[in-house]
């Protein structure tokens, strides 16, 4: 049963950190909402499905774990069969056995989906302006123009868009002004045959691609499909950035070219997906940011770097101080 003693929540975003944080308070017995403006669960965790059953991970490849929280629940997410070890094939320089690359199965999305069983979790319910309101918060949504009362709001979203949601909070705009993040262009490639004589993972072109796989490698995928991802740079991405998608799959099709060589067959389909907020550059440092009436906390990776990790950490650090009682009711 919910614990009445906790406030009312909101938590703005389904991704990694929304969901730690959410798992966390709804074990601890309060009964967050999350609210979302994708189709589900998993933000940056994506996975693309197209007809006939193809999937491409065209978001975060895999997660690693160094730490002990992290990786209890990447553990127990691997036990559910919502996860696995991939070891790919790879080139000088590229270790995946140094630390366990874990990828969600069938698809990266997958990993998520433990975290937000049971969860109130509200799909293509995109947020268009938090407003104070008393003690708390009246959340405004696409669909309910009218909002929704709340006491405390967790916010989960990349900075550009917090910025958006809360520059009316001064020590908040101020703080979030240190963080910098990048976009990633990404591909998505399927091929008529496969890619012979190459590895899974290679080596890529400093100048444009920081990524390149075979995403049918991964566990639970369909060995059949010979599906690749690429990523482009920080800097490319940035400076391709407001391209339509068909130019720049071309440009992509091209650098993926220059490193498969003869090796490359004829692509099927070349898809480009733009992330506008996808890399941490420069983080805030501390695991989240809060007002100083406890009433409002903003976290996610880039709180804390760049990886998947990172998000947990911030979210489930975000949680714990609710759970403390370190709120004012």
């Known amino acids: 049963m919910p614990n009445q003693s906790f406030?009312?929540?909101?938590?703005?975003?389904?991704?990694?950190?929304?969901?730690?944080?959410?798992?966390?308070?709804?074990?601890?017995?309060?009964?967050?909402?999350?609210?979302?403006?994708?189709?589900?669960?998993?933000?940056?965790?994506?996975?693309?499905?197209?007809?006939?059953?193809?999937?491409?991970?065209?978001?975060?490849?895999?997660?690693?774990?160094h730490g002990a929280v992290f990786r209890s629940t990447l553990a127990a997410i691997i036990e559910s069969?919502?996860?696995?070890?991939?070891?790919?094939?790879?080139?000088?320089?590229?270790?995946?056995?140094?630390?366990?690359?874990?990828?969600?199965?069938?698809?990266?999305?997958?990993l998520v989906e433990p975290l937000a069983a049971g969860l109130e979790l509200r799909a293509a319910c995109e947020v268009t302006a938090v407003e104070r309101e008393g003690a708390g918060w009246r959340v405004r949504t696409a669909g309910n123009v009218a909002g929704e009362f709340f006491d405390i709001v967790v916010s989960t979203v990349p900075v550009p868009q917090a910025r958006q949601l809360f520059g009316a909070e001064r020590d908040i705009a101020q703080a979030l002004d240190g963080v910098t993040m990048a976009p990633c262009w990404a591909l998505m490639l399927l091929f008529?045959?496969?890619?012979?004589?190459?590895?899974?993972?290679?080596?890529?072109?400093?100048?444009?691609?920081?990524?390149?796989?075979?995403?049918?490698?991964?566990?639970?995928?369909?060995?059949?499909?010979?599906?690749?991802?690429?990523?482009?740079?920080?800097?490319?991405?940035?400076?391709?950035?407001?391209?339509?998608?068909?130019?720049?799959?071309?440009?992509?099709?091209?650098?993926?070219?220059?490193?498969?060589g003869n090796a490359m067959p004829r692509v099927g389909q070349a898809i480009a997906h733009r992330w506008r907020y996808a890399r941490t550059v420069k983080a805030l440092g501390r695991p989240c940011l809060a007002s100083r009436d406890g009433r409002l906390f903003l976290g996610g990776d880039w709180a804390l770097g760049a990886r998947v990790e990172c998000a947990f950490d911030s979210g489930h650090a975000i949680a714990q101080t609710i759970i403390d009682g370190r709120w004012k009711p």
């Open 7 to 65: 406030p009312t929540i909101a938590v703005i975003g389904a991704g990694m950190a929304g969901l730690a944080c959410a798992r966390a308070l709804q074990n601890a017995g309060a009964r967050p909402v999350v609210l979302d403006k994708g189709r589900g669960p998993g933000g940056r965790l994506a996975t693309r499905r197209l007809d006939g059953g193809i999937r491409f991970d065209h978001g975060a490849q895999y997660v690693t774990a």
């Open 192 to 260: 008529a045959a496969p890619v012979a004589g190459v590895p899974d993972v290679l080596q890529t072109d400093p100048e444009t691609l920081s990524w390149l796989g075979r995403n049918n490698s991964k566990p639970g995928r369909d060995a059949a499909r010979e599906c690749w991802v690429a990523h482009a740079t920080a800097d490319w991405s940035s400076r391709h950035l407001e391209l339509e998608r068909e130019p720049v799959a071309v440009l992509l099709v091209e650098a993926v070219r220059r490193i498969l």
């Open 81 to 110: 069969g919502a996860a696995a070890q991939w070891r790919p094939a790879t080139t000088p320089g590229i270790d995946p056995a140094a630390e366990d690359w874990i990828t969600g199965t069938p698809g990266m999305n997958a």
